[in-house]
């Protein structure tokens, strides 16, 4: 995950927030406010935004020192970690809600499930949330589409409910259910390319690559009079820890 520090700013600057109803549905589903919450992977704090309106005491994972040094900052009522989610030590009786924002598929496949089971408490929430950036023309996506698989053709999208079927597939949890949000959102060139910017399958690639996609991209979006609209899709995943674990 600390491949982002190097954007921090940019990262902050242009990635889209999260709607208030993921707090709501979060809180909701817990059953009330609950006592606590730590959030995996918390970068420059968008998903910490929505999970701070709770207005818990909360813990803020982050490897990477830049962003940490923001989330310091932006929130001071929350403690920061500075490390993995797997060098975290959980308190004894767990938190009552462990979140993710964007950050789940960074984490080892094989542990993540148990691990975030472990740190949480009898009953806990396990909430995943993240965007899917889909188009709302879709000749414009097509075309989106088109030019990345020129770039690259090995980089894949992930399914857009792809965080449930872990959670389920893991067996670790109970009540695993999904809510979904989404809105339009329109960029100009500029900001679209800033966004593109920011995402992992951009930044770990060759800089001749990097702006070979930029360009390729920005001649798309100049085709389509130089504006793009995101159908943001939002996707929670909630899941509870039970009281035993499923045999």
């Not at 818990?56 to 020192?65: A, K, Q, R």
């Not at 993240?130 to 414009?140: E, F, I, K, L, P």
């Not at 339009?184 to 910017?197: E, F, H, I, M």
Request: aromatic residues 8%; charged residues 20%; hydrophobic residues 45%.
């Amino acid at each position: 995950m600390e491949v982002f520090g190097s954007v921090a700013d940019l990262y902050e600057k242009v990635r889209p927030g999260y709607p208030a109803g993921v707090a709501d549905a979060i809180v909701a589903y817990h059953g009330g406010v609950p006592g606590s919450v730590a959030e995996i992977g918390a970068g420059t704090g968008k998903g910490t935004e929505i999970l701070a309106a709770i207005g818990v005491p909360m813990t803020c994972i982050e490897p990477d020192p830049r962003m940490a040094g923001r989330l310091s900052v932006k929130f001071p009522q929350a403690q920061v970690y500075l490390g993995t989610f797997e060098q975290w030590t959980p308190p004894p009786d767990g938190v009552a809600v462990l979140a993710c924002a964007m950050a789940w598929h960074w984490l080892d496949p094989a542990t993540r499930n148990t691990r975030a089971r472990d740190a949480l408490a009898v009953g806990g929430a396990l909430a995943l949330f993240g965007h899917r950036y889909s188009y709302a023309d879709a000749r414009q996506a097509a075309a989106i589409r088109s030019a990345l698989d020129a770039l690259d053709p090995t980089v894949k999208e992930r399914p857009a409910d792809w965080m449930y079927h872990d959670v389920m597939a893991s067996g670790e949890f109970t009540d695993v259910c999904v809510e979904r949000f989404r809105h339009d959102l329109p960029l100009t060139r500029d900001r679209y390319l800033a966004l593109v910017s920011t995402f992992g399958p951009f930044l770990t690639r060759p800089p001749e690559l990097q702006q070979r996609g930029l360009d390729l991209l920005g001649q798309v979006v100049d085709d389509f009079g130089g504006t793009v609209v995101l159908d943001l899709r939002t996707t929670l995943t909630l899941a509870r820890k039970p009281a035993e674990v499923p045999s």
